[in-house]
Structures are given as C-alpha cells and as structure tokens.
C-alpha cells in the first residue's frame, strides 16, 4: 500500500472513533490538581507531627525559672526586714531624755524643745526658760551624753535657739540689741559655736555681752 493509500485509510479510521469531550478534558485535569493538593497536604501533616512542639518547649522553659527570682526576692526582703533598724530613739534613750529635762527643771527652767536633745550625739543641749518666767530669758544646758555640765552664760538671753547641733559641737543663736530696739525685742542674731574638750565646754566664738542679749520687757 502506498503513502496516499495508507493516509486515506487513516482519514477513515480517525474518523470513525467518537469525539472526545472538552468537559471529559477537563475533569482529567481537576482531578490531576485534587490529587497534586492531597499529596502535599498529607506531607505537611506527617511534617508537623514528627516536628517538636516548639510553643509547648519555650512556654515550658520561660515558665520554669520564675519560681526562683520570686523565692529570692521574698529570702532578701524577709533579711532586710531583719536588719532594719528600728526608728527613733531606743528606750535607754527615751530615758536619757527625760533624766535630761528632769535636770533642768531642778535648775528651776522648764524646757522648751526636747527635739534640741541629739540622743546620738556625745555634746547634747536643751534650752530652757524660768519657771513662770515666761520674760525670764533663756539659758542653754550642756550634757556630756546624759551627764549635766554646765550652761552657756551666767545671766539669761531674750531670745536663745539651737541653730546646728553636731556630734561634738553646738552652735547657738543669740537676739542681739541694737541701739532703739523694744526690751523683748532684739532685732539682730549671732551665731555661736561651742565645742566640747573632754568634759569642759568651750565657746568659739564670742559671746555677746549680758545688756546686748538680754532687756526685760516692761508690766
């Protein structure tokens, strides 16, 4: 059989197989891709359960040491409470105080600012005034640590105030007269510090003089 036989023969055969369908074209290839999808899914599936819970391992591992730093600050906070000094005077210095302002009032003056009293301090003073005196003046009494030893003048001051009060030295502050001031009103201030040297009490600086600092008001 020739070419031009055999190609005729072949136009009769293709023409007596039925048609294909472009829909049965098309489901081939929906399924193809169905197929593709189900075979991808099923290897992600198997993939996330071989791989570690990566969220259940790092919760775990953050939560774990949380219970430390918790029982550390509660160990340093329970040790601060135990080293905490307790506030304000003790009571051996509560007493102090008090056997302090009982001396004064034997001097016959009462006291006018416990708070004056340094309960740490060695050089300690209280200010005190006569007795139902109240235009009396005032006197500054001087304790080395709970023991009485003397005052700042012999005479009184209009008016006397504790400016400074360290460990070892005091420092006053005297009213001081000037020329036409009222008695009972001195219009200018000095500072004066004393110091104390073993048990004996020292002025550093000049004391005013008894008219400059004190004039009684006239009834």
Do not use: C
């Not at 169905?34 to 996330?48: K, P």
């Not at 001087?142 to 006397?160: E, V």
Request: hydrophobic share 35%; no cysteine.
């Amino acid at each position: 059989m020739d070419s031009s036989s055999r190609r005729v023969q072949a136009e009769r055969n293709r023409k007596r197989l039925p048609p294909r369908r472009k829909a049965y074209r098309w489901t081939r290839r929906i399924i193809g891709v169905v197929a593709t999808l189900a075979f991808i899914g099923v290897g992600v599936a198997i993939a996330s359960m071989v791989a570690p819970d990566k969220d259940t391992t790092s919760s775990a591992s953050a939560d774990a040491p949380t219970a430390t730093p918790v029982k550390e600050k509660a160990k340093k906070k329970a040790v601060s409470k135990k080293r905490a000094k307790p506030k304000g005077p003790t009571k051996a210095q509560r007493a102090q105080l008090k056997a302090a302002v009982a001396v004064v009032r034997e001097k016959g003056y009462t006291t006018l600012r416990t708070s004056d009293y340094n309960v740490k301090a060695t050089f300690r003073v209280l200010v005190g005034r006569p007795v139902g005196d109240a235009a009396g003046g005032s006197r500054a009494f001087f304790f080395n640590k709970d023991q009485f030893i003397g005052n700042d003048a012999l005479n009184p001051s209009t008016k006397l105030t504790v400016a400074k009060a360290g460990k070892t030295t005091v420092t006053l502050t005297y009213g001081v007269y000037a020329s036409g001031d009222t008695p009972g009103s001195p219009s200018q201030k000095k500072r004066v510090r004393f110091r104390l040297e073993g048990t004996a009490i020292h002025a550093l600086d000049t004391i005013p003089l008894d008219s400059a600092r004190f004039q009684r008001p006239k009834s």
